[in-house]
């Protein structure tokens, strides 16, 4: 079976099931202060898991909710079954599903679904991104002053973010914080945001965001330069243009 279209009738069916509870009463749980977690989460990520388990025995899985299952090939699916919980424990519509394919140590495929919007992000390594079948290309916006960029941080982590934040306010002509790193990285990579950058994100958050941003001919790195490490979970990713900008401001604060 091809992983991506794989990946991509998966997301959109988990994005469903979300949709279906958006206006149910919900569970809120709290997994460390602010950071929440709802029945929805834990639904979506059974129903990945499962079909997973079911098409691709020997992969191995590391899923947001259920951790790592270890299994006896090269492939593993890397799981957020729901990016952006606040948003979706307050109905705010930004928030998606993104599943990973990575073949040894490599992610090869990526798809990120929003289904409020409908939009359904996928990129093959090598064969570029799509916005539900169009093909994407990331902005070419050449200076940070004329840049509509995006961050994300816990809110108990402002104070780290809150002088980067200050920082992109003066020379950037927007900055946006929209609560989904997933979709943030797919809005970069379909030309809405010119960048976008976050600390302490985990590889689920990160894997697909970032593949369909290079696929989209853009960037995406470390924060202060150099390759994206998927286990450290810090990432900047650009249009590429801005990069190099986007590094020198935020290590200039
Ligand atoms: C969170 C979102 C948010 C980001 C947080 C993430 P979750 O993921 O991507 O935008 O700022 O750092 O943890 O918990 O909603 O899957
Ligand atoms: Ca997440
Ligand atoms: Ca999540």
Redesign the pocket.
């Known amino acids: 079976m091809d992983p991506l279209a794989f990946i991509v009738a998966l997301a959109r069916d988990a994005g469903a099931l979300l949709c279906e509870r958006l206006d149910d009463p919900r569970e809120v749980t709290q997994k460390s202060p602010r950071?929440?977690v709802t029945d929805a989460d834990r639904a979506s990520e059974a129903l990945i898991v499962g079909r997973i388990r079911q098409a691709f025995p020997t992969a191995s899985i590391l899923g947001?909710e259920s951790g790592i299952h270890r299994g006896t090939g090269d492939e593993r699916f890397i799981v957020?079954p729901?990016?952006?919980?606040?948003n979706y424990a307050h109905r705010y519509p930004l928030f998606c599903v993104s599943i990973a394919y990575e073949r040894a140590g490599r992610v090869e495929a990526g798809a990120v679904y929003a289904p409020v919007l409908d939009e359904m992000y996928a990129a093959r390594r090598g064969f570029g991104a799509t916005c539900n079948g169009a093909s994407i290309r990331v902005s070419t916006v050449r200076a940070v002053s004329d840049a509509m960029v995006c961050t994300?941080?816990?809110p108990a982590g402002y104070a780290r973010n809150g002088a980067y934040f200050a920082k992109l306010s003066d020379h950037a002509q927007a900055v946006r914080r929209?609560?989904?790193?997933?979709l943030?990285l797919a809005f970069v990579a379909a030309g809405r945001f010119d960048a976008f950058w976050?600390w302490?994100?985990?590889a689920w958050?990160v894997a697909a965001g970032a593949l369909l941003i290079e696929e989209a001919g853009g960037v995406a790195g470390a924060i202060g330069g150099g390759v994206l490490d998927l286990a450290n979970g810090s990432i900047l990713g650009s249009n590429g243009l801005i990069q190099a900008e986007m590094v020198g401001l935020l290590g200039s604060v």
């Open positions: 950071d929440l947001e957020d729901l990016d952006g919980t606040t994300g941080f816990n929209d609560g989904s790193a997933a943030d976050e302490d994100l985990k958050d």
